[in-house]
């Protein structure tokens, strides 16, 4: 089977960077995925990694280390706006996606 | 270019009974997978839909079924709705293909009495 784990809650102050990790079990590896959800909002496409390293878009970076079966991802200079879940992802070889359990980011002022 | 829309926003039902939530894929997709997501958790895949066909299928009962139109949109209906039913669905639409980026609706919050 798949599975995710993450932490359920994180809290970081404005401007501040924060990390957010997630660990997963999978048989057939094609990918971790990143999304945001907002209170009441939809899940959004944030990253993709396939390969190890490092990806930036903006303030926002994902890592992975296909060895550690481990990625995380990074939000710099953090916005008040940046309150919201994180789900890591597992995206299957069709198109299922298998998601965490969620990351509630709390930022404080 | 409208993306992913779901309906209604908000519905409340009773232990037993039936519904039928719908959505438009973003234009241009011909793919749609439907996800519950209960209170604090990670939405769960239940199905996915391609050439009107089920092409996927989660660890969802049959009570769970769907459907898809020949202009891409589709249904999702539950039967026999029990509490634990209560949920968000939400939508999630993309191209055909592995590793193609889903967009998703704003989901259809479920309360079932």
């Known amino acids: 089977g798949q599975s995710l784990e993450q932490p359920s809650e994180v809290t970081a102050v404005e401007g501040a960077i924060v990390q957010i990790n997630c660990t997963y079990q999978t048989s057939g590896f094609y990918g971790l995925s990143w999304y945001q959800q907002h209170d009441g909002g939809a899940p959004t496409f944030l990253s993709y990694?396939?390969?190890?390293g490092l990806e930036e878009t903006g303030r926002f970076s994902s890592f992975l280390s296909r060895s550690d079966s481990y990625g995380y991802l990074l939000l710099q200079e953090l916005q008040m706006k940046d309150s919201a879940s994180y789900f890591c992802?597992?995206?299957?070889?069709?198109?299922?996606?298998?998601f965490g359990k969620g990351t509630r980011l709390h930022i404080l002022p | 270019d409208a993306g992913v829309t779901q309906s209604p926003t908000h519905l409340i039902k009773t232990r037993g009974q039936q519904v039928t939530l719908r959505c438009s894929p973003k234009?241009?997709?011909?793919?749609v997978s439907w996800y519950q997501q209960a209170l604090g958790q990670g939405p769960q895949f239940i199905f996915q839909?391609?050439?009107?066909?089920?092409?996927q299928r989660g660890n969802f009962p049959d009570r769970f079924s769907g459907h898809q139109f020949p202009n891409y949109s589709s249904e999702l209906n539950v039967n026999a709705l029990l509490l634990g039913d209560s949920a968000l669905y939400l939508c999630a639409s993309s191209l055909a293909g592995p590793q193609e980026t889903q967009y998703f609706g704003p989901g259809t919050r479920l309360l079932v009495l």
């Open positions: 839909y391609y050439e009107e066909e089920e092409r």
């Open positions: 990694n396939a390969l190890d």
């Open positions: 234009s241009g997709h011909d793919t």
């Open positions: 992802a597992l995206p299957g070889r069709d198109d299922k996606i298998i």
